[in-house]
């Protein structure tokens, strides 16, 4: 059933009305019309099934049949800090960790990230990658759509993270065995990670990383990519004490 995204969605007397660019999208781009079963999600978790009931110029109304809760959320709380990327690479981080589930994605400039240019660039990228997450979402049956922080500084970034959550920097030239660190870390259903740019982190923001409570963790001998690399932890997370399996 095709799915669209109604953030805060205001339902009387079980109609719901959908306006703007996903109105348009049911009518132009898919061409549904009064009697088809759609299902309007909310971003927070909740789902709305119902049926075309009216088709305006610049809306349409749905009859609500039934209202539950998504139910497709993964038990772990995954933050994903990431350092800039360059490209087009940041799209599709975005668009992947969602289908995998994260909860919030945080992008971070480090010393060796990639800069990016003023106020305006980092407003419109932003606004470009919750696109993306709310896109991914919808594709992917997620009742959620993760929360796509705005760009930060690497210590600021670091200041975000909380003494609550299972803390772990990845990083390729020391750290424990993620297989070790999950194993001693079993009841923590919070996880913030941070993955570096693709020239890395320097010997400084490990240290200043550790100083605040992150733990240093190894994926193993090759380097990755920093996109293959948060994927990858994703993916083992997810599988190890998550719902990916
Ligand atoms: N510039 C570095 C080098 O060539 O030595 C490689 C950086 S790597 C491309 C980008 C990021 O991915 C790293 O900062 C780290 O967070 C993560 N990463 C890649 N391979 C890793 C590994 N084997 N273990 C832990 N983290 C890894």
Redesign the pocket.
Known sequence: MPRFYVPAPIIENDLLKIGGNEARHIRRVLRLKTGDEIIVFDGLGKEYEGVIDEEGSFSVVIKVHNISASGKESPLEVTLAQ?LLKGEKMDTLIQKATELGVKEILPFLSSRSVPLLGKSARLKRHRRWERIAIEASKQCGRGVVPKIEPLRDYSEMLQTSSSGSLRL?????E?AKLKKVLERSIEKTKIFF????????SQEEVEEAKKTGFTT??????????ET?SLCFLSILQYDRGDLG
Do not use: D, N, Q, T
């Open positions: 350092s920097i990845l990083w390729e030239k750290g941070i993955i570096g740019p693709e020239g890395g982190f963790v190894s994926l193993g001998k090759r380097i990755l990519r920093a690399a």
